[in-house]
């Protein structure tokens, strides 16, 4: 895990789970955590470390326009996948198809549109 997040420019930090910076801000684009709790990796003792799952998110609105984020957060996913030899999920477990991926980047659309709206009536 620690060598395929290495090649996704995933970083080791706060919580003790791992973080995709920006490169001119150095904010969190998106975090990974294990899917059992509480989510944290040992540091360390990665070499011994497994998981049955890594769990990919975001925080919107974020650093960058959420779509951007999220096509970044889809290929970073994509690559750990190939080299962990898994395979991609939804929040519900099921498996990422390419119908899904496009529902969840129209719903980041719709709310991106939403906090537009909402902030040119104040």
């Known amino acids: 895990i620690a060598r395929a997040c290495a090649a996704e420019k995933l970083v080791l930090g706060d919580m003790s789970i791992y973080h995709r910076h920006d ?6 684009l998106f975090s990974m955590a294990s899917m059992v709790e509480p989510g944290s990796f040992p540091g360390d003792g990665m070499a011994d470390f497994t998981t049955p799952g890594l769990s990919l998110f975001t925080q919107l609105p974020g650093v960058r326009d959420g779509v951007v984020i999220y096509e ?18 939804d929040e519900r477990r099921n498996k990422l198809t390419r119908q899904m991926q496009e529902h969840i980047r129209e719903s980041i659309i719709e709310h991106r549109r939403k906090i537009k709206l909402a902030r040119s009536r104040h």
């Open 23 to 28: 490169g001119n801000s150095d904010r969190v």
């Open 72 to 89: 970044q957060m889809l290929s970073t996913a994509a690559g750990l996948a190939a080299m962990l030899n898994a395979e991609l999920r």
